[in-house]
């Protein structure tokens, strides 16, 4: 879009998908970058109310992923955190709104084990970071991913880039995806 800001990610609105066992770090550590940047961020999880991280602290709930939809929000993130990504894996909500967002050529960024989501969706013609990645992440048509979590600022600064961007209307596969 020509009128669209592309300088800044203020007042756009990212969904953090997490549920029990997220990496309480990662979910941290990006958050604060975004929202220090603008954003304004919300948690999707399975359940309303908190969740505990993989640390043992707790994380409130802004929604759940049964009342609201990707169309709704100009970014995604996933962090990771091993049970979490496994119970979204296993529950067909969180998938439908990671395909959704990328067919809309929405920005999308995900951090440790949140990788193993996108490749558990349906999304197609994106590199995504692998264990063996020699770059601390990879930024591949709007998504920016990591493996390497130990330090997360530059990949949350790539990841709030891609968000200025707006749309990625560079993806080459995103209406292939079943939403």
């Not at 802004?62 to 009342?67: K, M, Q, R």
């Not at 709704?72 to 993130?77: G, L, S, T």
Request: charged share 20%; proline share 4%.
């Amino acid at each position: 879009m020509a009128n669209t800001v592309k300088n800044s990610i203020k007042s756009r609105r990212v969904a953090i998908l997490a549920v029990a066992g997220v990496a309480g770090g990662e979910l941290r550590i990006v958050r604060a970058a975004l929202e220090s940047s603008g954003a304004h961020v919300t948690i999707v999880s399975a359940v309303l109310g908190e969740i505990k991280t993989a640390e043992g602290d707790m994380v409130k709930v802004d929604t759940s992923i049964l009342t609201t939809a990707s169309v709704m929000y100009d970014a995604v993130f996933v962090p990771g955190g091993a049970a979490s990504v496994e119970a979204m894996e296993a529950e067909g909500g969180f998938i439908h709104f990671i395909n959704e967002a990328f067919m809309h050529y929405k920005p999308f960024g995900a951090s440790g084990e949140g990788v193993d989501l996108l490749l558990a969706s349906d999304i197609q013609g994106i590199d995504l970071a692998d264990p063996q990645s020699a770059p601390p992440f990879l930024r591949d048509q709007g998504v920016v991913s990591t493996r390497d979590v130990s330090d997360l600022d530059p990949f949350a600064q790539a990841l709030i880039a891609a968000i200025m961007e707006h749309r990625h209307w560079d993806r080459r596969e995103a209406a292939a995806v079943p939403a």
